[in-house]
């Protein structure tokens, strides 16, 4: 078991400390120089470009929109105190909330029904269904969404048969349901793992020791697939707090999210600094809250 | 640790000085702790896992199934602690049916062969959590488990992971976990099969110690004879899903109900051959020994013999008289310390393997010496093919 291995081996201490040292640090130059392709790739594509934005963040506006790298300023930080932008990021916030909170639920209660599964070929099968919505283009299973829910699309069909809804495009649950679609599969595959991971003999140590189902569940499974929700959670809420293509294609105007926003800076509203200051934020907030998401997991994991 | 044996040896004879009328003798009165009728446990279509299984283990008993891996002795465990129901049979725990009451329900804990602690949780917590499952209050749960925590001898740890535990210490906070909770039974499958040797016979003292501590029957599964015949007031002997023989550790080792049995419990010679009359065994190569048997003459039998059993003689007229004697040639010695060990070829009968205490006293052997196998008539048995 793995338990033991971690047991400290008086063995393993190297009887030289110098030479230790000396060997580690080559090896750790070794690593550098590995390594080189890939830092050159990031630093080119993506630390670069990151530059160009906050640079871009402090630029001036021109008459027609046109930014000008001069008269450097904080205008466009300021106009993030506006009304209209803390509307926005708060509706951003609550769709990407709610979105990972459904995901974590649907994703849970899927990836445990995969994970017991007792015959490794329907895991692999079910995982694999999991996989397939992934072999078609994002922006076309969005478009088909359109189509189930227009006006005589089944869902509408359905929904105004049994009479429980009407039209749903353009309205904000058209978007959730857009927004569950697309990243439930990232909710499920880190839970998966996760879960598939645990030692059942524990939770059977739990019923033995007088916890129910439900509280063997809640005590012992549920945390030890922490590191599953968490990295669930990390993934789908970021990208649905910046999601753009959904609610652009299944949203309405009253639905604009963070991501619309800074696509319309970059485009209609011609406010490129603007659009740049809004970014460069929403980095910030994000790294640090995953941050402090995974220092707070790490503690208790 | 000679303080242990000391403990043990009392326990088996006369009570020490003062007696304690709150504990009650072990094995004098007939209570069944656990009683198993008719359990059958199938997996699938024809997988049998254990097969119409009578046992009952008696109160304040220390039990050991014991018996080869996949020979259903964890199974069983498994059937009375409600982790696997009988496909068939019944389960009671002094008296009271089982049927399909869930682990949870039921008044026993088990220590688990990898001991199964929760790895995010501390000593304390993995302790405490069977009486804060029973919703125990606090105050108790602290006091219990403080108490539980000094009987496996591990205060000053109650806050580390188990993680950050020895092999050793991880055994003891699974088994004071499932201690804590007072149950009437406990159910230890294979606990020690993961220490080192030096750890697991100190440990096998202490459990047995703490057993009669406590005063509750244990229900210890093993595949290690020699740790089954060490701790156990008695073994029931298992293979292939069935309980071949029940018995106290001397009957098991004595008097083996059959060749199995024989085989896997302790070292045994195999001499194969035929009843040339009542009590008379024939060998392959013509050689006439005495041997316990029931089998009638002409069945072909096993002769089994235990190494320790036999001396060995440089000529005939040296070896005691109204004994067997059987003529060979020493083809190996090997040295083990305590003992040696030869291997003596007596042709077309076979070879025995014949153990020899090293003391002073005991003359050596080398290979190719010739020598007289000597054994006690009643150190042979013969059983029926």
Redesign the interface.
């Known amino acids: 078991?793995?338990?033991?291995d971690?047991?400290p081996d008086s063995q393993q201490e190297a009887a030289n400390p110098e030479l230790e040292r000396r060997a580690e640090r080559r090896e750790s130059w070794r690593g550098f120089f590995h390594a080189v392709p890939a830092y050159a790739y990031l630093i080119a594509f993506f630390v670069l470009p990151l530059i160009i934005v906050f640079v871009f963040s402090f630029a001036s506006r021109g008459r027609t929109g046109r930014p000008i790298l001069d008269n450097w300023n904080l205008d466009a930080w300021t106009k993030l105190t506006e009304p209209l932008v803390s509307t926005i990021v708060g509706r951003s916030l609550f769709v990407a909330a709610l979105n990972t909170v459904l995901c974590l639920i649907i994703g849970y209660a899927f990836a445990y029904w995969i994970a017991t599964r007792p015959k490794q070929s329907t895991r692999t099968l079910l995982l694999i269904l999991v996989l397939i919505p992934f072999w078609s283009n994002f922006l076309v299973r969005t478009y088909a969404w359109r189509i189930l829910l227009d006006s005589d699309g089944y869902i509408t069909q359905i929904g105004e048969f049994t009479g429980l809804w009407g039209r749903m495009l353009f309205t904000l649950p058209a978007v959730f349901l857009g927004l569950l679609y697309g990243f439930l599969p990232f909710m499920v595959l880190p839970l998966y793992a996760a879960i598939e991971r645990i030692?059942w003999?524990?939770v059977?140590?739990?019923?033995?020791?007088?916890?129910?189902?439900t509280?063997a569940f809640l005590?012992?499974t549920l945390?030890?697939s922490?590191p599953g929700i968490i990295a669930g959670s990390i993934l789908v809420f970021i990208p649905s707090l910046g999601a753009y293509v959904t609610p652009d294609i299944l949203g309405g105007a009253k639905t604009t999210l963070l991501g619309n926003f800074i696509v319309t800076q970059f485009g209609a509203a011609r406010n490129w600094p603007f659009g740049s200051a809004l970014s460069g934020a929403i980095l910030i907030v994000m790294v640090l809250t995953t941050i402090l998401y995974f220092r707070s997991g790490a503690r208790?994991? | 640790m000679e303080h242990d044996v000391a403990s043990t040896e009392r326990e088996a004879g006369a009570p020490g000085a003062p007696p304690e009328p709150a504990k009650p003798a072990p094995m004098t009165v007939g209570v069944v702790a656990v009683g198993l009728h008719g359990v059958t446990k199938r997996f699938g279509e024809d997988v049998i896992a254990v097969r119409n299984m009578d046992l009952e283990v008696r109160d304040g008993e220390f039990f050991s199934l014991l018996g080869p891996s996949g020979c259903g002795k964890t199974t069983t465990l498994r059937i009375i602690?409600?982790?696997d129901y009988p496909t068939d049979g019944s389960v009671q725990i002094y008296g009271e049916e089982m049927g399909l009451k869930?682990?949870?329900k039921r008044p026993?804990?088990?220590v688990?062969q990898?001991?199964?602690?929760?790895?995010?949780m501390n000593v304390e917590d993995n302790v405490s959590?069977?009486l804060r499952?029973?919703n125990v209050d606090q105050a108790e749960v602290r006091r219990r488990t403080g108490e539980a925590i000094d009987l496996v001898r591990l205060s000053g740890m109650e806050k580390r992971r188990?993680?950050?535990?020895?092999?050793g210490e991880?055994q003891r906070v699974a088994l004071a976990?499932?201690l804590v909770?007072q149950p009437k039974v406990l159910l230890l499958d294979e606990p020690l099969g993961?220490l080192d040797l030096k750890l697991r016979q100190a440990m096998q003292l202490e459990l047995k110690d703490i057993q009669h501590e406590v005063g509750i029957s244990f229900v210890y599964v093993t595949h290690d004879q020699e740790e089954a015949l060490t701790m156990s007031d008695r073994i029931g002997v298992m293979n292939e899903g069935e309980l071949v023989q029940v018995g106290r550790s001397e009957d098991i080792y004595e008097s083996p109900a059959n060749l199995f049995v024989a085989g896997f419990v302790g070292d045994m010679v195999f001499l194969p051959g035929e009843i040339a009359a009542t009590g008379a065994v024939r060998l392959k190569g013509g050689e006439i020994v005495q041997a316990r048997t029931t089998a009638a003459p002409g069945t072909s039998i096993t002769l089994a013999i235990r190494p320790e059993m036999l001396d060995l003689y440089g000529e005939r007229s040296e070896a005691p008289s109204g004994r067997n004697a059987v003529a060979g040639t020493v083809t190996r010695r090997i040295f083990l310390g305590e003992s040696l060990y030869y291997k003596i070829d007596i042709g077309a009968s076979g070879v025995f393997d014949v153990r020899v205490e090293n003391v002073p006293s005991a003359k050596r052997w080398a290979v190719g010496d010739a020598v007289i196998v000597d054994f006690h008539l009643e150190a042979a048995t013969a059983f029926a093919e």
């Open positions: 078991m793995t338990m033991l971690q047991r030692d003999s524990l059977e140590a739990g019923r033995d020791l007088y916890a129910s189902g509280r005590k012992i945390p030890l922490r208790t994991l | 602690a409600g982790l869930p682990p949870n026993v804990n088990t688990f990898s001991y199964a602690l929760f790895p995010h959590f069977g499952m029973q188990p993680n950050a535990l020895s092999g991880q976990r499932a909770n993961a």
